[in-house]
């Protein structure tokens, strides 16, 4: 019963270097989600999907991308990283009742 | 949604109730209350949620006042692995995006 699953769970990045965080679910979900959490803070939308091929902006999105080919998969991708993307993300899917978190993945941007 | 208002930090005895109020005076008719907690930087877990009668489950009870204006989420018997950061959200069950808004929380300490 994997849940959600986040990948990788630490990483690094330089100025200026992209990368994709993983995402995936195996909750047959529609709703879908990012969130990012910086240090002593609570947790602020990215971007959400409400199904496969439909996306959207939430609370924090500049910096960021996502797309939502399939049903499972849910990547975001930063294209340009900034030391103020330095934060730990968090991927969750939803049914009607209630919204399943993965473990994370914490990013350094240096 | 609707704001909610929480104690920033709390002490509990491990083996004895835990009891975590939640103000949310400005709730709609249709907006559900809804307990996370998030401990030491996982990813959050849901816990419970109610509209207005009360709810119990396997990890905690939820008590709503008949105005609906404030609620308590009740942790039987808390554990020091109980340690952790509890969130109250109000939000309309169904919603489109069925997104939620996380406030600052209530960081509850169990301890020995």
């Known amino acids: 019963n994997a849940g959600v699953t986040q990948t990788p769970k630490f990483r690094i990045l330089k100025i200026g270097q992209s990368m994709t965080l993983q995402c995936t679910q195996d909750?047959?979900?529609?709703?879908m989600y990012w969130y990012r959490q910086d240090p002593g803070m609570g947790l602020k939308l990215i971007y959400y999907?409400?199904?496969?091929?439909?996306?959207d902006k939430g609370e924090v999105p500049n910096g960021y991308n996502v797309s939502r080919s399939t049903t499972e998969d849910f990547p975001l991708r930063l294209e340009l990283a900034a030391p103020s993307q330095t934060s730990v993300y968090f991927c969750?899917?939803?049914?009607?009742?209630?919204?399943?978190f993965g473990q994370g993945t914490r990013l350094t941007v240096v | 949604d609707a704001k909610t208002t929480q104690p920033t930090s709390m002490d509990c005895a491990e083996g004895r109730a835990a009891n975590l109020p939640c103000n949310h005076s400005?709730?709609?008719?249709?907006?559900?209350v809804y307990w996370y907690r998030q401990i030491h930087s996982q990813g959050p877990q849901y816990i419970i949620h109610?509209?207005?009668n009360n709810e119990t489950n396997e990890m905690a009870s939820l008590i709503i006042t008949e105005d609906r204006k404030s609620s308590t989420l009740i942790l039987p018997h808390a554990t020091l692995r109980d340690t952790a950061v509890y969130y109250c959200?109000?939000?309309?069950?169904?919603?489109?995006?069925?997104?939620?808004?996380f406030g600052g929380g209530t960081r509850v300490l169990v301890k020995p």
């Open positions: 400005t709730i709609s008719g249709n907006e559900y």
């Open positions: 999907s409400v199904g496969a091929g439909i996306t």
């Open positions: 909750m047959n979900h529609n709703y």
């Open positions: 109610g509209l207005k």
């Open positions: 969750a899917s939803s049914s009607q009742a209630a919204a399943f």
């Open positions: 959200i109000v939000r309309v069950f169904k919603a489109a995006g069925n997104k939620l808004t």
